[in-house]
């Protein structure tokens, strides 16, 4: 069991059940995750997998892979030039500059997945969030740190940036958080095991919603 897992366990409300309610078919919806980096955004994405009929957008970005991070699992990796010319072809629904790299969402991703019923999830940045609720109905969940310390904390066990890179990422973290009541739900990332369940839930009040239940 990796360490993540064993923080979901530990969360007493933590169960299948939930899973078990959510295998439904129908119109897929756009969920946006959003949340200073470091949040634990990637980690949550992970652990709601089981829920089934979810699609992740793979991102486009111009930042270098981090070790461990694979070319068309965790982000499309390419050069200034070819995100810009995707930009000039139209082909993203969102794009920022983030910490000084390009991240973008592509188009395609986001209507195959709802063409095919299932629900897909963009983790993006503040900027890319209103651009897609500009767009499109989408339902925007913020991710909050318990402190700015913690958030401090969990970048630097990371493990994967330089403390230039951390120091800019909690600057932007308190522009971020400003922005947070924005969002039709916030969840203070404390417990994970509990802030799964959160987000778990969230999805299965929308496809409730949905069923008209
Ligand atoms: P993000 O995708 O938002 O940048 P990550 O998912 O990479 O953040 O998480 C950053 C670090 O924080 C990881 O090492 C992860 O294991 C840890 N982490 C995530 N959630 C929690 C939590 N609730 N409590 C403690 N550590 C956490
Ligand atoms: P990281 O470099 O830590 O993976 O991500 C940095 C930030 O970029 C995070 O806030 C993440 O949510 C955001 N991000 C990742 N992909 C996209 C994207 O496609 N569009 C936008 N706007 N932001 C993104």
Redesign the pocket.
């Known amino acids: 069991m990796n360490?993540?897992d064993d923080?979901i366990s530990k969360y007493p409300g933590h169960n299948n059940d939930l899973s078990k309610e959510s295998e439904v078919k129908g119109k897929g919806t756009l969920f946006i995750i959003s949340?200073p980096?470091?949040?634990?955004?990637?980690?949550?994405c992970k652990a709601i997998i089981d829920l089934g009929n979810l699609s992740f957008s793979v991102s486009c970005t111009t930042r270098p892979p981090r070790a461990g991070e694979a070319d068309g699992v965790d982000y499309r990796f390419m050069s200034l030039d070819e995100f810009n010319k995707k930009l000039e072809e139209s082909m993203f629904l969102e794009y920022a500059s983030v910490h000084g790299n390009m991240y973008g969402t592509l188009r395609s991703d986001v209507e195959d997945a709802l063409k095919s019923g299932k629900d897909i999830i963009l983790?993006i940045d503040v900027q890319g969030a209103f651009q897609v609720k500009s767009k499109m109905d989408c339902v925007s969940v913020f991710i909050l740190p318990p402190s700015i310390g913690e958030l401090e904390n969990?970048?630097r066990?990371?493990g994967t940036d330089s403390d230039e890179k951390i120091r800019l990422r909690l600057k932007n973290a308190e522009y971020e958080i400003t922005r947070s009541e924005e969002f039709d739900h916030r969840i203070v990332?404390?417990?994970?095991g509990r802030?799964v369940f959160d987000l778990k839930k969230i999805i299965i009040e929308r496809r409730n919603l949905l069923r008209g239940e």
């Open positions: 360490k993540d923080m949340g980096s470091g949040v634990g955004k990637g980690t949550l983790e969990r970048l066990g990371r990332n404390d417990y994970l802030t």
